[in-house]
Structures are given as structure tokens and as C-alpha cells.
């Protein structure tokens, strides 16, 4: 069974901050990850998708990296803004229609 | 404007009750979730639905009951609930042909008395 963890759990950087997110899972047989925000009362907003056969996918400020052997990924936020402040999720793909999720570092970006 | 709708955004229910939660998309999708989203706890995935045939049951008690009349409608029926079953409830579409994101809607908070 896929089990995905998402290391610290909280986080607290000051504005204009360069930061990483950690994400690991226990079985490399994906299909992709999924990288999401999620607001609070809100639902989950999709960042960066990185297919299996990738090793990074960027947006904008953010860059996410996937190694498929060793079971990681992070998120790499730069110049963080206060804006940035949400709880970011990570998502394994384990078919087209599983997604197995982490639960969650929560970023707070302090002006 | 996420494309994916939910109502009610709130329900409060006691543990007798009968109601549904509905979710609806106007992305043109295929695929439709259910996710259940309790304190501290990752998603799970409850249920999903593939041009209106259930192609996933994670488990899911009994009284949860889905409903996918159709593409882009997607219910899921409440009853006899218990307290532990107070949580976000989310529904999610995508374009099932494989490495598209899940779009999500923005829930239903459910409080069970």
C-alpha cells in the first residue's frame, strides 16, 4: 500500500525566503505526483503535475523535482510572499485515477 | 471560479437524517471524485466515477451512497451517519486519458450531532 509523507508539517519563513518542501512515498511504481494548494475552507488547487518519466516540472516560481528510485520529490518555492501562505500537498498517482495524499506541510510567509 | 461546483458549502445533520451532497462540473471532464477530508488525517479517496460507471470503492461504508447520473453531476447520498464522519467532503473531475490534473471543488463542511 502506497503511503505518501510530507516532511516538516509547518513552516514559518519570513518574506522574500527561498524554501523546500519535502515529499516521500514507499512504492517508485507511479504513474505521477501531484503537487496542490489548498487554502483554508477551500478546496485543493492543482500547482505542478510531473509524469512519471520526468524529473521536474516548473510554474512560475515554483519548480518541483521527482526521483522516482529513491521515492522523493519537493517543491521549490522562491522569493516567498506572504500571498504563498496555504497548505501544500503532494499526490501520488498510483493509476490515471488513484491519488494517494500526504497530509500536508502548512507555510506561513510573515511580511 | 474553479469549474467544479459544491452544494451545500455547509451541512449540519443529526444522526437520523437523510441528505445529499451534490457536486457538479462545467470542464467538460469525464472522470468524477468523492474525497473525504477529516482533522489531521490525509484525503481519502472514496469513490470514483468514469463516464457515470463506479470504477473505484474504497471501502466506503454503506451509508454513503454515490450517485453519477451523468458526466457532469455527481451526488453522494447521507444517511444514519455517525459523529466520526464530520469532515470536508471534496469532489473532483478530470480528463481520464491519463496525466491530467484532478480539479477540485471547494467542499462541503458536514457536521454530524
Known amino acids: 500500500k502506497q503511503e505518501v509523507t510530507q516532511i516538516p508539517a509547518a513552516l514559518s519563513v519570513p518574506e522574500g525566503e527561498n524554501l523546500v518542501l519535502n515529499c516521500s512515498f514507499t512504492d517508485s511504481a507511479i504513474y505521477n505526483l501531484q503537487w496542490f494548494r489548498q487554502d483554508p475552507g477551500k478546496g485543493l488547487t492543482s500547482l505542478l503535475l510531473?509524469?512519471?518519466?520526468?524529473r521536474e516540472q516548473t510554474s512560475g516560481r515554483l519548480n518541483a523535482s521527482l526521483d522516482k528510485s529513491s521515492g522523493r520529490s519537493t517543491l521549490y518555492i522562491a522569493a516567498s510572499q506572504p500571498g504563498d501562505s496555504a497548505t501544500y500537498l503532494c499526490?501520488?498517482?498510483?493509476?490515471?485515477?488513484?491519488?494517494?495524499f500526504g497530509s500536508g506541510t502548512q507555510l506561513t510567509v510573515l511580511p | 471560479e474553479t469549474g467544479v461546483t459544491q452544494t451545500p458549502r455547509h451541512l449540519v445533520m443529526g444522526m437520523t437524517n437523510k441528505k445529499s451532497l451534490k457536486c457538479e462540473q462545467h470542464?467538460?471532464?469525464?472522470?468524477m471524485y468523492w474525497y473525504k477530508q477529516s482533522a489531521k488525517k490525509p484525503l481519502e479517496l472514496m469513490f470514483v466515477?468514469?463516464?457515470?460507471?463506479?470504477?473505484e470503492n474504497n471501502s466506503v461504508p454503506s451509508r454513503f451512497s454515490p450517485e453519477c447520473p451523468n458526466s457532469s453531476h455527481l451526488f453522494l447520498h447521507l444517511h444514519t451517519l455517525q459523529p466520526e464522519d464530520s469532515a470536508l467532503y471534496l469532489c473532483a473531475s478530470s480528463q481520464d486519458r491519463g496525466n491530467q490534473p484532478q480539479h477540485f471543488g471547494d467542499g462541503t463542511r458536514l457536521s454530524i450531532l
Open positions: 470542464l467538460g471532464h469525464n472522470a
Open positions: 466515477y468514469n463516464f457515470k460507471e463506479q470504477t
Open positions: 510531473i509524469q512519471s518519466s520526468q
Open positions: 499526490a501520488v498517482a498510483g493509476s490515471a485515477r488513484q491519488l494517494t
